[in-house]
């Protein structure tokens, strides 16, 4: 019998997109983001660009169309508020996706909205370890007001829904693949971001 979730947009996404997810954790672990604030701060400021340049791709009509809820996406305004909170006032940094077209802009949007699930996580070691919260720093890694689940799946079940071609989703495997690869130069950089 076929499986018929098999070739769907959001399992490629997941299982084409899994060792570069594997390669973010093992950034994250080695930019001990949690080990003092100094540190937290530089891993704010990183979400703060990426998130900027991922609403950047929002204005997209056929983005739109496909993703209508993105009003209540995007988290640069909460990781602005957060460095606020830190002292910190960004320097500015150039948009990093001028260049991405659609489709790959719904891979982009696809590692912003994913991390919200790994942001669970972190939002609870920003308590533990450093004692941030939803209103103070850690704004950014909170869950949306709908919860984080819930959103996600709806996330999932619009780009599914779509119905795209095979090259149609390579594209945006493709556009999530350069995502990764630009957050993950980020994270390998967090001491020179200002
Ligand atoms: C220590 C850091 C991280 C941890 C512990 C973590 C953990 C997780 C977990 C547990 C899930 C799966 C949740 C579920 O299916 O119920 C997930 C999903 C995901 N995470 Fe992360 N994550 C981390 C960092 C990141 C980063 C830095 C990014 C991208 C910038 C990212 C992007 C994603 C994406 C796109 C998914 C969705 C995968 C799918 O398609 O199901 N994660 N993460």
Known sequence: ???TTQNTLSLRLKT??????DRM????????????KENYAQFTLSQYYFQRDIEYLYQSTAVGAVIPDLDIRGRSEAARQDLTDLGIQPQGMDIST???????ALGWIYVSEGSTLGAAFLFKEAQAKLGFSADFAARNLAAYPEGRMRVWKR?????????????EQQQVVDGAMQAFA???????HLDTLK
């Open 182 to 188: 630009h957050f993950g130069d980020l994270l390998s």
């Open 25 to 36: 954790e093992m950034l994250m672990e080695q930019a001990k983001v949690f080990e003092s």
């Open 155 to 167: 996330f999932k079940q619009a780009l599914d829904d779509a119905q795209f071609s095979p090259s």
């Open 1 to 3: 019998m076929t499986d």
């Open 98 to 104: 001028l260049h991405v077209r659609y489709p790959q």
């Open 16 to 21: 084409e997109t899994a060792i570069e997810h």
